[in-house]
């Protein structure tokens, strides 16, 4: 046995030689099996369509392995898929595919001038050839076509994605609407604001000024926005109290809208007199700087209560641990996730994320705020309740809930 | 200036020469222009000392080297601004010869909008960049206003979609997890027993944090109802497992600054005392 | 040095650390409890201190410790371990000098792994500053350790590119249309890494090095989940918690800080010897950081045992 495949490698090895020498490669696949490898099964079944949800341009192929294929002659290591205009070819090779393999996604270029340009709307014929290990011995399906490419409009993949959209734009339009005709939303008292209540009423006792820092954000910012209205609260309980208050800004813009918020106030509880403009001032627009010089502030001036509300950046622990050494009560609110350990760390109160803008729209029931608040409770709602259901279908095995849940490219 | 002051810039300035001379000296055998990286790997150790000194208090040094910092990066950043976005994606899409003057390789029209004739399209940025610059004019500010609403808008519409599916969808549906993994019975359980993150206790009680831990964090931050009975105490184990977010946050932050640390201690060290190999 | 004197004399440079470390901050630690116990509080430049000679001395004296990689930093190292021969990976140096120190090794690691593994690696990076450091993990790493690798070939610079999430966004459908040329100003036609990648669809892995904005995250929303392609990431520690949601499903792993580094790193020296005597920053800056870590523990125990005791004696009068 041993001795019979030595004699008809030794035979290949010199029939591979000898063809270099003019026979051509029909009359190897012709030679008997002894000689040479016999050819592979063909693929079967070769079949295309148009890929589904894309932007065309792209054609999907499926067939059937050759039954040599990890089983019979156990020859084939991979196919090789050719596509063309005609039938009769000429077709040019698109892809290797590793064997195996029962299918593959023909795309090509949209651009006219691309090397691999696959226009839509033409018919296209594709093959399938089987490949050895010996590139001269293969097996071809038969021609499928022909197929066409197109683009489609819509992408049911991403229904999903569409579905959850119009539901959120739908729940905020609907509850700023709702906030916008008065209606009475409930949101729950805050915590942080009876700190920032108590925080008001040392600094009274103590006779001491409260600083009021509206972070690094733009006036556009939600953050600072929220903010606002918390300074607003503040500055009203303060014109009450008749404490003393310190508001150095960072961005020109945000200044000017915190003066008139404070000037508001101070209107409201029906003290316009105890106002002055150099409560709210601008320091400058370079971080590290306005830190410095808001650390100045607090070690000369030894504020009773710092307040921290709006964007903060790096700058977030350098200010709250120079207030921790001055000895004031400090409450801090941000959306900053990156920054809020560092405020958990060096004040006396942190508003956590949505907090802050939970506190503000409490406190200033602004329509748009509060609206948005109420919405992002029920898209809150609406994921427990589907991490709830997704949970236990999971629990019992059930995979269909969340297949709803998928979204393809 | 005080009398120390000067003393201390005379001492400074020495050692800043002395230094640059002996740098010079060592980089000599391996580069040509020694004595330009001698400066300015002396001036990078002098700049990285003076930021240190303010450790100790406050001094002109810091200041002088924060200055410096703050000047420089905004000067690069403009800098940067113009050649990268506008010479490097304008120009080459909006003229021949302007890519030919700045010798970057003209871009064929690939926007085109078929209805517009060509390279108009490219107009749209320009002209809206040019109405954000208004912003520098005291009359006529509001007018930048118009392509802000427009970045706002085409921001917020780009990142609603994605954050939708990546950020809601895909995490929702991450919470979807068994309770019990691969559960194979007491005996294997107790042979199998490991305090790795991928044995298979572990992996349960990981599933266990996150399925509890998403929601008593989402009930956390729920305002529509008072936190009272079970909510009450959902929301307590929410913020429980926030505060542990926060401090695994704060340690991973230790860890981050120290690295900085050393790296500037290790340049030093090597780049500038070659004290180490 | 074979007598038994000079065996006993014979200290390594590691021994050394740890024998100064241990004395002067295990004194220093003693000292201190007994001052904030007597004086309540101490000044904050101690502390300055302290953590300067811990970070210093195993810098001088170096200390090493040995790694295993956790399991969210070895399924990232399996994933490009496993990818069959030739596949095309890109990573993003999405960082500045600021965070170099932390992340610049994961990217030489990376740069390493797929190179040996004779993938087809895509630099590229969305931060100005991160072309220079790109560069530096080229010239460092890639020229010099693999020689036979070509430019254009193996792996392909593509550079930065102005615009943040709006290049992913348009090469999550289209390489060429953002970058008509590479760094070189060579048509991506032109180039053979390119010749079958049109878009990031056809990427067979996506490694973001990061910490800030765009990063990570940016990468996971207009690329990563849009087109699905599986995404890893390397990133600065400060930035590791907020990734951590996102692992396994729609990032493979995540290399966290330093430490990360340092896990990858022991696992490619573990696999390859080419790689032995390779510069490991990661696995270096371990000795430093753990024992400033002890030291900053060591604090947080002190600062506690100072304020119970300081507390009751204030209760007792």
């Known amino acids: ?409 | 200036m005080s009398r120390t002051m000067i003393i201390l810039l005379a001492l400074v300035a020495i050692v800043f020469a002395v230094s640059w001379a002996a740098k010079s000296a060592s980089l000599d055998d391996q580069y040509d222009d020694y004595i330009s990286r001698g400066f300015l790997i002396t001036l990078a150790a002098f700049l990285t000392l003076s930021i240190l000194s303010f450790l100790y208090k406050d001094n002109p040094f810091y200041k002088f080297a924060e200055h410096l910092f703050v000047g420089v990066s905004a000067a690069y950043w403009m800098s940067l601004g113009f050649w990268s976005t506008i010479v490097g994606n304008l120009i080459p899409r909006l003229s021949v010869t302007l890519s030919a003057f700045f010798k970057v390789p003209h871009i064929e029209d690939e926007y085109a909008l078929y209805i517009l004739p060509d390279k108009v399209s490219y107009f749209i940025p320009v002209v809206l960049g040019i109405l954000l610059l208004m912003r520098l004019s005291k009359k006529a500010g509001w007018i930048s206003s118009w392509p802000l609403a427009f970045i706002v808008g085409t921001t917020a519409g780009l990142n609603l979609v994605r954050y939708l599916r990546s950020d809601f969808i895909e995490q929702v549906s991450s919470t979807f997890v068994p309770l019990l993994v691969d559960w194979q019975g007491t005996g294997r359980f107790f042979s199998d027993f490991n305090l790795y993150a991928y044995g298979q206790f572990v992996t349960m009680l990981g599933n266990w944090v996150i399925f509890i831990g998403v929601l008593c964090g989402l009930v956390y931050f729920f305002f529509s109802k008072e936190h009272k009975g079970i909510f009450g105490g959902a929301s307590r184990v929410g913020i429980w497992v926030l505060m542990i977010t926060f401090g695994a946050s704060f340690g991973y932050t230790v860890m981050g600054r120290i690295s900085l640390l050393v790296g500037r201690l290790t340049f030093l060290f090597h780049d500038w005392l070659e004290l180490i190999g | 040095m074979t007598g038994w004197i000079p065996r006993i004399i014979a200290i390594s440079g590691s021994d050394i650390g740890i024998i100064i470390s241990l004395v002067v901050i295990g004194g220093g630690l003693a000292w201190l409890l007994k001052q904030s116990i007597k004086a309540g509080d101490v000044d904050r430049r101690i502390v300055f201190l302290f953590i300067f000679i811990s970070v210093s001395v195993p810098i001088l004296f170096p200390i090493t410790f040995s790694e295993t990689a956790t399991p969210i930093v070895k399924k990232l190292y399996d994933r490009i371990e496993n990818l069959p021969e030739g596949s095309a990976v890109l990573i993003s140096f999405d960082f500045d000098p600021a965070m170099a120190p932390e992340v610049q090794p994961m990217a030489d690691a990376f740069a390493r792994h797929c190179l040996a593994k004779n993938h087809k690696v895509i630099f590229m990076s969305l931060w100005a500053t991160g072309q220079s450091l790109l560069s530096t993990t080229l010239q460092n790493v890639v020229r010099p350790e693999f020689p036979e690798k070509i430019e254009g070939v193996d792996f392909a610079n593509l550079g930065y590119k102005a615009g943040n999430e709006g290049v992913l966004n348009v090469i999550v459908t289209n390489f060429r249309k953002m970058f008509p040329t590479d760094v070189n100003s060579i048509p991506l036609d032109s180039i053979a890494v390119f010749k079958k990648i049109r878009s990031c669809q056809d990427l067979d892995l996506i490694i973001s090095i990061g910490g800030g904005k765009p990063g990570a995250k940016e990468w996971i929303l207009f690329v990563g989940d849009p087109a699905n392609v599986p995404m890893g990431c390397g990133v600065a520690a400060v930035t590791a918690p907020q990734l951590y949601p996102y692992y396994p499903k729609q990032l493979l792993g995540i290399l966290g800080g330093i430490k990360g580094a340092a896990e990858y790193e022991s696992e490619l020296v573990r696999h390859y010897d080419r790689f032995a005597d390779v510069k490991k920053p990661g696995l270096r800056m371990m000795g430093p950081q753990t024992l400033a870590h002890v030291v900053i523990m060591a604090f947080i125990v002190l600062g506690n045992i100072s304020y119970f005791v300081t507390r009751r004696r204030g209760k007792k009068p």
């Open chain 1, 1 to 409: 046995m041993k001795f019979k495949m030595l004699l008809a490698l030794i035979l290949l090895c010199f029939v591979s030689a000898v063809s270099g020498f003019g026979q051509s490669a029909e009359e190897i696949m012709a030679l008997p099996d002894s000689m040479a490898m016999a050819p592979p099964a063909p693929p079967s079944n070769v079949r295309g369509v148009d890929t589904d949800n894309d932007h065309g341009h792209s054609i999907t192929l499926t067939w059937e392995t050759s039954p040599d294929d990890g089983a019979g002659l156990n020859n084939v290591i991979g196919y090789k898929v050719f596509r063309a205009e005609s039938p009769d070819g000429p077709f040019i090779e698109r892809a290797l595919i590793p064997s195996g393999g029962t299918g593959h996604i023909d795309v090509g270029a949209k651009e006219k001038d691309a090397n691999d340009y696959l226009p839509d709307h033409v018919g296209f014929y594709y093959k399938v050839r089987a490949i050895t290990a010996d590139s001269l011995i293969y097996a071809e399906s038969e021609v499928f076509g022909p197929v066409q490419s197109y683009g489609q409009w819509f992408n049911t993949g991403r229904v999903p994605v569409l579905v959850f959209v119009i539901f959120f734009l739908f729940v905020t339009l609907f509850f700023i609407q709702k906030a916008k005709g008065g209606a009475n939303l409930f949101v729950r008292r805050l915590a942080g604001i009876e700190a920032v209540d108590e925080a008001i009423g040392r600094a009274t006792e103590m006779g001491k000024p409260i600083l009021y820092v509206l972070g690094l954000g733009t006036a556009a910012d939600i953050a600072t926005i929220a903010s606002y209205t918390i300074l607003g609260r503040v500055a009203k309980k303060v014109a009450e109290y008749q404490t003393g208050l310190i508001v150095p800004c960072y961005d020109p813009i945000v200044m000017t809208v915190a003066q008139e918020t404070v000037k508001a106030s101070y209107m409201d509880a029906g003290r316009p007199d105890a106002y002055y403009e150099d409560m709210v001032y601008f320091v400058t627009q370079s971080q590290f700087a306005y830190v410095a010089a808001v650390n100045g502030t607090m070690l000369r001036e030894r504020p009773a209560t710092n307040i921290y509300m709006g964007k903060f950046y790096a700058e977030s622990l350098i200010l709250a641990e120079t207030g921790a050494l001055a000895g004031s009560i400090q409450i801090s609110g941000t959306d900053e996730i990156a920054q809020i350990p560092f405020f958990v760390v060096a004040c006396d109160y942190t508003l956590i994320g949505e907090e802050l803008y939970a506190a503000s729209a409490y406190l200033g029931r602004e329509p748009l705020l509060l609206g948005s608040l109420k919405a992002q409770d029920y898209a809150k709602a609406a994921a427990i309740i589907i991490a709830i259901i997704g949970f236990i279908t999971m629990n019992f095995g059930i995979e269909a809930f969340k297949h709803l849940f998928y979204v393809s490219n």
